[in-house]
């Protein structure tokens, strides 16, 4: 009997765990889930046979590399910093893996590693990276085919609040890592504009943003996303003279947000501190009557807050927001992604924006979890199907792979229109 050990069973993995556990019945394969601690949501599917769990602690050498020497296929939904423990017990076990996040500098280098053991580690199969990669590529690589010439490529993404539930004045609710979504930029951004290279320090990124609008679902707007310059080679772009990557929010967060990056009110710095009187007055300074209205929601000096022993401004926001931003049980959230391309063919020049909408269910079967999940799931299961062949570090933009998982995720529900 096969047997698939996932890694971190946090909220983003509902969907994935869902499908695991039904393709295992049917496939008589064993699932062998691995944490901290168990949750509720998985209680469920420990009654079956073919789904165990195990408390792990990633950091125990010998508990880590018995549970990864025992299975056949390990797909890490960790925190990113762990994948490099496990990817390289993957090699020395000769144990394909899966992970949904970036390819890190140390991951890369695990290349030849992986081709000798004659592994595949795929990385950023998930939402963003995940299914940003396959739908682009699917365009990129039909549109060469027809001999057009890829001027401009834009890219965006983002985790909302689905309007029928949007409650507060920011248009935003939690339905991913807070603290991610709290230290988002903090690193810059770079991107290809006009053929100039772009950089952006984390105090410029939400001063910097470009509208974008979704057919039925109104007006977002998107800061740029970390490193876009090297989609260039990747997608095989060279003679695109723009390319940008960027996440969305509704209309208006970034000026509001951008407070608190330039009040240091994002900053992990335990020496900094916040200062209510330089709030007030750079409150005062923007007048912005909406930029007013959000933070007046938040209610930030509430006494409730400033009681808390915080670590550093960022904490501090961060348990303002849990509590502000936190999904009630009935909502749902809302995951919207949008390609813009511009090329020349045949003498003409054409335009081409794809986007996609995907709703949660509730608060627990989320949209997060669907579109994070079920492309991790869609690989595992080729993996397991020996319909991968490829080894080494990769990502999904080889057709051997994104084509059959955009397929799979057409066929439950998640596609993108043409506007």
């Known amino acids: 009997m096969k047997r698939v050990l996932l890694l971190g069973v946090g909220r983003s993995t509902h969907t994935l765990i869902k499908y695991l556990a039904d393709y295992a019945i049917r496939e008589q394969i064993h699932i062998l889930l691995a944490d901290q601690k168990r949750n509720n949501f998985i209680e469920q599917y420990l009654n079956e046979e073919s789904c165990d769990f195990i408390a792990l602690d990633i950091n125990n050498s010998e508990s880590r590399q018995q549970t990864i020497q025992r299975s056949d296929l ?31 500098e140390d991951i890369s280098n695990l290349d030849d590693a992986a081709k000798k053991a004659n592994i595949i580690l795929l990385n950023e199969i998930g939402l963003d990276p995940g299914i940003d990669h396959i739908s682009a590529m699917d365009i990129i690589d039909s549109l060469k085919e027809q001999g057009a010439v890829i001027n401009v490529f834009k890219s965006f993404c983002g985790g909302l609040i689905a309007p029928e539930y949007d409650t507060n004045p920011w248009n935003y609710k939690f339905t991913w890592n807070p603290r991610n979504v709290v230290l988002a930029g903090n690193a810059g951004a770079s991107y290809l504009k006009n053929n100039l290279i772009k950089h952006l320090k984390y105090e410029e990124v939400f001063s910097h943003v470009e509208r974008v609008s979704i057919p039925n679902y109104g007006e977002f707007e998107s800061y740029a996303n970390r490193d876009s310059l090297h989609y260039k080679k990747k997608y095989n ?14 209309t208006g967060f970034s000026e509001a947000w951008n407070v608190f990056v330039q009040l240091g009110m994002t900053s992990e710095d335990s020496g900094q501190k916040i200062n209510k009187n330089k709030f007030v007055n750079y409150l005062k300074k923007t007048n912005n009557i909406d930029v007013e209205k959000k933070m007046n929601y938040l209610d930030l000096f509430n006494h409730k807050f400033s009681s808390y022993n915080y670590k550093n401004p960022s904490h501090y926001l961060l348990n303002v927001l849990h509590d502000k931003w936190s999904l009630s ?11 813009k391309f511009q090329y020349s063919l045949k003498d003409k020049e054409h335009d081409l924006k794809l986007s996609m909408v995907v709703k949660g269910d509730d608060s627990i079967h989320t949209g997060m979890a669907k579109t994070v999940g079920l492309p991790v799931f869609f690989a595992c299961k080729m993996i397991l199907e020996k319909k991968i062949h490829l080894k080494g570090v990769r990502i999904p933009i080889h057709k051997e792979i994104y084509k059959p998982i955009l397929q799979q995720l057409h066929q439950e529900g998640i596609n993108f229109f043409k506007s």
Request: glycine letters at 2%.
């Open 74 to 104: 390990v797909i890490s939904m960790l925190p990113p910093k762990f994948h490099l423990l496990v990817a390289q017990d993957c090699i020395v076990f000769k144990k394909n893996l899966i992970t949904a996040s970036y390819v890190s």
């Open 237 to 250: 772009l060279l003679d695109a003279h723009t390319i940008v990557r960027g996440t969305l929010r509704k």
């Open 329 to 339: 049980p009935d909502d749902r959230d809302m995951i919207v992604m949008q390609h």
